[in-house]
Structures are given as C-alpha cells and as structure tokens.
C-alpha cells in the first residue's frame, strides 16, 4: 500500500486508536455525554476512511488521479472538524463546526462517488 490509499489508512487507524482510548475512558468515567461525537469517529474515521483505502489500493489508476488526493484533504479536514464541531453542539457552545465538517464529509463521499464511477468506467 502506497500513496493516498496509505494516507487513508493511517489516518483510519489513528481514528481508530483514538476512538478506542476515548471509549475506554467514557466507560472508566461513566460519563457516555460525548458517545455520539466518539461514533462519528469511529465510524467516519475508521469504517471510511479504511473503506477509501482500501477502495485506492485496490484501484490504482484512481489513487494516481489528482482527485484522489482532492478526496483525502476534503475527508481529512470534514472529520477534524465535524468531530470536534459534535462536541461542540453536544456541549451546547456552537453548531458551526459540525455543520462545517458534515458538509465536508459529505463533499467527500460524492467526490468518492464521482471517482468511482469515473474509474468503472474505464475498467468496463
């Protein structure tokens, strides 16, 4: 695994790693307050970022493409934003960066969207 199929990997494990150590800590705690930004995390950090990876390392001719790198900086920056912008909303001290970061993310999976289609065209 090379590029930005490897870039996407990383990055889901390190949400993944963090996802871990903050649920973990929610439970030592019993605090659950913070559960639905730790999901988010999980879910967008490690289930899609992976999935993207994994999707580029599988796909060449689409990890070499100029959007593929577009897609791993709008994926990057929608979940360090919407992540910290959920505990944001959660606390009740602003909706921006959540509301920032879902658009970004969503950004993100009709980029991967488009990359998809794109490539299975030219695989056909």
């Not at 889901?12 to 913070?34: D, F, K, P, R």
């Not at 993207?52 to 060449?60: A, V």
């Not at 929608?78 to 969503?106: C, H, N, W």
Request: cysteine-free; glycine content about 10%; overall charge positive.
């Amino acid at each position: 695994m090379k590029g930005v199929a490897l870039y996407f990997f990383v990055t889901a494990v390190l949400a993944v790693t963090g996802g871990m150590i903050w649920g973990i800590q929610m439970s030592a705690t019993g605090n659950h307050m913070l559960a639905g930004a730790h999901a988010h995390l999980n879910l967008v950090g490690w289930a899609t970022m992976a999935l993207f990876g994994i999707y580029y390392h599988l796909t060449p001719a689409a990890s070499e493409a100029a959007l593929a790198k577009i897609h791993y900086g709008v994926a990057l920056a929608g979940l360090v934003i919407m992540v910290p912008g959920i505990v944001q909303a959660i606390r009740q001290t602003g909706e921006t960066m959540a509301k920032i970061g879902s658009v970004l993310t969503l950004l993100s999976m009709v980029i991967f969207l488009v990359t998809v289609l794109i490539h299975a065209r030219r695989t056909t």
